[in-house]
């Protein structure tokens, strides 16, 4: 199809492509591997489009909110999928957003050990973030994407025209993790338009996912903004959605970096005017128990040797583990007093 921009996440033999652009998923079809006979498409009641395979479908609808995000939804549709007769051979279809294509992934991963995966992300947060790179798992009541595997798709199809239909709320959720990409790169995403920027942000992910595909080392750098985000999230006291706690992680993650004087106030602002040239919060909401944010960011996957976080400085954007406990509490102040 034509008009289409297409991103290759460079891994070797297991290198897949990046569709970008109106009517991707229409190439769903073409990009299923050869071999599968049978198709389950894991979706959302919902969602606003529906796709063809090209061969006989199974849909498995999971449910919506992050309890549903859970090991006991891999166990449904696993089953779905097994009642189905789908073997080693067939492939899994994600069709929806970030919680869809991390279950959808997993299953994938875990069925007969491994079967294929495609993901037609229909959320902007999916497009530039969730689905691309491999990354897949479900929470547990403990935290975040606990349980999980590494599984790259066989390929991934975003489809712009899905989003004309997203929600204000939804759209934040996407351009929280764009506000991410800025500071990862220093590109002024908001000049392009929208497949472009799209596009860019699919480039960026899969250069630092072929370099580091299991999150080694510089993968990390993709969570920045995500070790306070994930932590607002899990305490749960005001309803916000991920791009948006990325968002107030991000900002809160310059306050951290100014407290151990890897930067100046001006990148602190520099922080602030991005977020808020998103139309996202910069500040942190009252009514969060600090000692509780600091319990959740203690339990984040990245806290190997203490408290660990994605903080820029002279470098640029690095992790930083073994975080004194007093930084983190002052910066959390200086969010509170931001307001």
């Avoid at 034509?2 to 970008?20: D, I, K, M, N, Q």
């Avoid at 939804?73 to 051979?89: D, F, K, Y």
Wanted: glycine content about 12%.
């Amino acid at each position: 199809m034509t008009g289409l921009r297409t991103v290759t996440v460079a891994l070797g033999e297991r290198s897949y492509p990046v569709l970008v652009g109106p009517g991707a998923r229409h190439e769903l079809a073409a990009v299923v591997p050869a071999g599968a006979k049978r198709v389950a498409v894991v979706t959302q009641a919902g969602i606003p489009v529906t796709v063809d395979a090209g061969r006989p479908t199974t849909v498995v609808t999971v449910g919506d909110g992050e309890e549903h995000k859970s090991l006991s939804t891999i166990e449904v549709v696993c089953r779905a999928m097994a009642r189905a007769g789908l073997t080693r051979g067939d492939v899994v279809v994600g069709l929806g957003g970030g919680l869809v294509t991390d279950v959808a992934g997993f299953a994938a991963a875990s069925y007969h050990r491994g079967i294929a995966v495609v993901h037609v992300p229909t959320t902007l947060l999916g497009m530039v973030d969730a689905a691309i790179g491999g990354k897949t798992g479900v929470n547990l009541p403990e935290g975040k994407n606990l349980v999980g595997a590494f599984w790259q798709p066989a390929a991934v199809l975003c489809d712009t025209e899905v989003l004309a239909t997203l929600p204000p709320r939804e759209w934040a959720c996407g351009v929280g993790e764009m506000a991410k990409y800025h500071f990862l790169t220093g590109d002024d995403l908001l000049a392009l338009p929208l497949a472009e920027r799209i596009a860019r942000c699919v480039e960026i992910k899969a250069e630092v996912v072929a370099g580091d595909e299991r999150e080694g080392g510089r993968r990390a750098i993709l969570n920045y903004g995500h070790t306070l985000g994930h932590a607002l999230e899990i305490a749960g006291h005001h309803d916000l959605r991920h791009g948006e706690a990325v968002a107030i992680g991000l900002v809160y993650a310059a306050h951290l970096a100014r407290v151990l004087g890897r930067i100046d106030d001006e990148r602190v602002a520099e922080h602030e005017s991005v977020v808020r040239s998103y139309d996202l919060t910069a500040h942190l909401p009252a009514g969060y128990d600090h000692d509780e944010l600091v319990t959740l960011m203690g339990r984040d996957k990245k806290a190997i040797d203490g408290l660990t976080f994605v903080l820029d400085g002279p470098a640029g954007v690095e992790p930083v583990s073994g975080v004194p406990e007093a930084a983190v509490r002052d910066a959390l102040e200086r969010m509170g007093r931001s307001r």
